[in-house]
């Protein structure tokens, strides 16, 4: 038969996906001749953020193709307007399913595959081919979990209040809103429809961090609320005995094809590999690391890992943009081909690369703007004179505070953390989480103070002097603020890292990271066994699967939500190094010389080979049949 045509849909929701679709993807492209499928990625995740699959020969559509949980910051999930989403796509979810058959049937499809996008395996369904679902979870369960009667700060009082002036908006958005659940009999038709969806797939990858896949697997069934004992915030016994044995899941069987109704796949589930972006070798040499660290402006002095820690600070930025060409004084500062001399080419892309978090389309509906072209091959992204004229005259402006002023240190993507030491305005409180964090060992170095804040301990952003901290995400307006300084309040020894920074590099030199759970993020701490410290997402049931991964193939510890915005980090980011100095320091010396890279590359290949080898035993078998 002819060489496969695969179409990958991905889901719009975060970087994660994206980046590991553009991964996989990779993988697919990277077999022999013989074996090299034709690749089409389908999301409404910007080109952009697939640089590297398509400097392989992967083909991008943006299309809208699923609806995303709204994110106002990046620990926090506005229930209601999630839902709205959700109801918005639904009412044209007919339409999109056609306009997706037909397209399918045009570029003669012989498989999709979905990173998470209930509408590419009903598109698969009805257009006559078969689909695989390749995820770590699926957004009926996390829409499901939406009922949940955890209260993320359980009254106004308790929400995030703002100086005044440009600090009345949290990355162009108005502070947060009262959380309430959303009711059980309101999310069952809803989320059904994804549910049958996801039903239409044959067959399924698990990624590492998985979490029960309710269209597969008939236990557990949905609501996905009744999976977590909330009084300790963790999946119940019983889920975690049934994650670690998937030979024993009874499936759902098969739903058969219109057009065929005689022609039956037996479902089924396989466990995939970690599919994570690859880190440079080279940063993990001494003339690497420094060549890295330089372009972020750190001085040499603070190069040599024997006498320097450090942070990094990743939490997400919260809109995807298309700036406009950088101007001088921001080109002599971002990291690029020119200054990054070891960067494979498929990853420098264009100047400016993917933000990890939602786009602008996720956080406001209204904004979904169609492309310019249907062209399977072409998409034209919206510039941004076009989304800031609308984002103008429509909503707010879209604006980038300062990263910092003399009593908070802005990260992007989250709430402000008050710098140390320095007096509070008296209007700043902090938002209460009703549940408790993850329960920890009582053996844990410095437990109390990743709690409630003992008042007769100073908080420390950083352990000691020894450490530095990087901070990702900052916008062009915030980076072209430093160099006219701005920014002067920066705490000490905190530098920053420009939007387009390769963040498996960076997490590769990183001695410990501070963000928010989400594949992304954890895959790439693993694979450069980085430990991670992290902020709890208690509204993303995707959020257990991956703590469980964690506390298996890497180092995980939980810092309060209190204790981040308080700027308490010290104790939690001590902790983490600690337990996981041993394995990072082995880790560089194997990654220096080559050791270890080879792994990855070989699970995915044999993933990828997975992936050919069941389609075309598929088709075969129509054919002989």
Not at 505 to 523: E, F, H, P, Q, R
Request: net charge negative; hydrophobic share 40%; charged share 20%.
């Amino acid at each position: 038969m002819a060489p496969l045509c695969f179409a990958y849909y991905c889901s719009g929701h975060g970087y994660g996906h994206a980046t590991r679709v553009s991964a996989f993807a990779c993988h697919l492209l990277n077999l022999p001749p013989e074996d090299k499928p034709t690749i089409h990625i389908i999301s409404s995740a910007p080109k952009h953020v697939f640089v590297d699959s398509i400097a392989r020969g992967a083909f991008y559509r943006y299309a809208e193709i699923d609806p995303v949980i709204v994110q106002p910051l990046a620990y926090r999930v506005d229930r209601q307007k999630s839902v709205d989403v959700l109801k918005l796509f639904l009412s044209k979810k007919d339409i999109l399913l056609n306009e997706e058959r037909q397209w399918l049937i045009d570029i003669q499809a012989h498989a999709v595959l979905s990173d998470a996008a209930f509408l590419g395996c009903l598109a698969a369904k009805a257009a006559g081919i078969p689909s695989i679902l390749i995820t770590n979870f699926t957004f009926d369960s996390v829409y499901s979990y939406l009922s949940s009667s955890v209260v993320d700060g359980s009254s106004p009082q308790q929400e995030i209040h703002l100086p005044p002036g440009p600090y009345s908006t949290l990355n162009g958005f108005p502070a947060l809103v009262p959380d309430v659940p959303i009711a059980q009999s309101d999310l069952v038709p809803l989320v059904e429809q994804l549910h049958v969806g996801y039903r239409c797939a044959d067959m399924l990858l698990l990624l590492p961090g998985y979490i029960p896949i309710p269209s597969f697997s008939v236990y557990p069934s949905l609501p996905s609320r009744d999976w977590v004992d909330l009084s300790w915030n963790q999946f119940h016994p019983h889920i975690i005995k049934f994650l670690e044995d998937t030979s024993s899941h009874r499936l759902y069987p098969s739903i058969p094809f219109s057009s065929s109704p005689n022609r039956v796949i037996p479902r089924s589930i396989m466990l995939a590999p970690l599919i994570v972006r690859p880190s440079t070798p080279s940063v993990y040499t001494v003339d690497g690391r420094s060549r890295f660290l330089s372009c972020l402006g750190v001085p040499t002095e603070l190069h040599d890992p024997k006498h320097t820690k450090i942070l990094v600070v990743s939490f997400g930025g919260q809109v995807f943009r298309t700036p406009s060409r950088p101007g001088s004084r921001l080109q002599s500062r971002i990291l690029s081909r020119n200054t990054s001399p070891d960067l494979p080419a498929s990853r420098t892309g264009s100047p400016i690369s993917p933000a990890n978090g939602l786009g602008i389309s996720d956080l406001i509906p209204e904004l979904r703007l169609p492309p310019q072209t249907s062209h399977p091959n072409i998409s034209i992204q919206p510039s941004l004179s076009t989304i800031s004229r609308l984002t103008d005259d429509e909503l707010h402006p879209v604006t980038s505070p300062r990263l910092a002023t003399s009593s908070h240190i802005w990260i992007p993507g989250a709430p402000p953390a008050s710098k140390p030491l320095a007096p509070s305005p008296s209007d700043f409180s902090i938002p209460v989480l009703t549940t408790p964090p993850t329960p920890v060992e009582t053996s844990d170095l410095n437990l109390d103070s990743r709690g409630d804040i003992d008042n007769a301990e100073e908080a420390r952003l950083l352990p000691d002097a020894s450490w530095i901290a990087i901070v990702c995400g900052v916008t062009k307006e915030q980076w072209l603020a430093l160099d006219d300084g701005l920014d002067s309040d920066l705490p000490d020894g905190f530098f920053v890292a420009p939007k387009d920074v390769y963040m498996p590099d960076l997490t590769a030199i990183g001695d410990v990271l501070l963000g928010k759970l989400g594949y992304g993020t954890v895959s790439e701490c693993v694979d450069s066994c980085t430990p991670f410290v992290y902020v709890s997402r208690p509204l993303f049931i995707e959020e257990h699967g991956l703590r469980l991964f964690l506390s298996r193939a890497g180092v995980g510890v939980e810092l309060s939500r209190q204790s981040y915005e308080a700027g308490d980090w010290a104790a939690a980011v001590e902790e983490a190094w600690l337990k996981g100095k041993h394995l990072k320091s082995r880790k560089r010396t194997e990654a220096a010389v080559g050791v270890g890279s080879e792994v990855r590359e070989m699970e995915g290949r044999e993933m990828a080979k997975t992936v050919v080898r069941w389609t075309s035993d598929w088709w075969n078998a129509g054919v002989n049949r």
